[in-house]
């Protein structure tokens, strides 16, 4: 059976009816040429997915009728937070791209003393579109948070004492995969002139641990790609159920 083509209906669902607008409405009718019937799947953003028959095809909304809740869970068995000093332009986009498929449930825009992107400079309507899309090719049914700009300082400060704390750096001891069994991982990943010492100490007296990601400058999507991966990687997905 070829797969259905998923869709994020942002509208509540209501009485078993599902109706989707704007970007979904317009990609269901006109590129995917739905028709009465054809059955999809339904994503909330909230960890919900749905199989749904199309039932009405209007001029600015289709409506669907709900088959079944599909029970799966495609999400890591940790919480993992990456905070970031954003790089520039659509480098921006293929962060967030990533940071989805990999699991990664928050990204926190970083403000640090090198930064050269101004973080609240982030379209934060275009990241999310980036979000949904990236969510609906990769099968996740909860959506990456994207939260507002922090100074790292106070970054450092919010992560809990028992989380997996790690922050990318040079000086630090290389990384390894795997984390143990701590249920929340935090990263940070500095801006392309790295942290600053006084930023770093103020990392390890927080509790954090510096890491290195090897001998090769990385750009800072690299860095957050190889990061999350390595606390991503040791069979953290929960199987579909």
Request: contains cysteine; hydrophobic residues 40%; aromatic residues 4%.
């Amino acid at each position: 059976m070829p797969m259905r083509p998923r869709f994020y209906v942002e509208s509540p669902i209501d009485a078993g009816l599902a109706t989707l607008r704007g970007a979904e409405s317009h990609h269901l009718q006109h590129v995917m040429r739905a028709q009465i019937g054809d059955e999809v799947i339904l994503l909330d953003g909230t960890g919900r997915e749905y199989l749904a028959q199309v039932a009405h095809l209007g001029r600015s909304d289709v409506r669907l009728t709900i088959v079944r809740e599909e029970p799966v869970d495609r999400e890591l068995s940790l919480r993992l937070c990456v905070g970031v000093a954003f790089p520039k332009g659509e480098r921006q986009r293929w962060l967030v791209e990533k940071m989805v498929e990999l699991g990664v449930a928050r990204i926190v825009p970083l403000h640090t003393s090198r930064s050269v992107t101004d973080p609240h400079r982030h379209s934060p309507a275009k990241l999310q579109r980036t979000v949904i899309e990236a969510s609906k090719q990769c099968g996740r049914n909860r959506l990456l948070e994207i939260a507002d700009t922090m100074d790292v300082s106070e970054y450092l400060q919010s992560a809990p004492p028992d989380a997996v704390r790690w922050l990318a750096d040079p000086s630090g001891t290389p990384a390894l995969s795997g984390t143990g069994t701590e249920t929340a991982a935090y990263l940070a990943v500095g801006p392309e002139g790295g942290f600053t010492p006084a930023e770093l100490a103020g990392a390890e007296s927080a509790g954090w641990r510096i890491v290195s990601l090897g001998a090769r400058t990385l750009r800072i999507e690299t860095a957050c790609l190889v990061l999350a991966a390595l606390v991503a990687a040791p069979g953290r997905t929960e199987q579909s159920r």
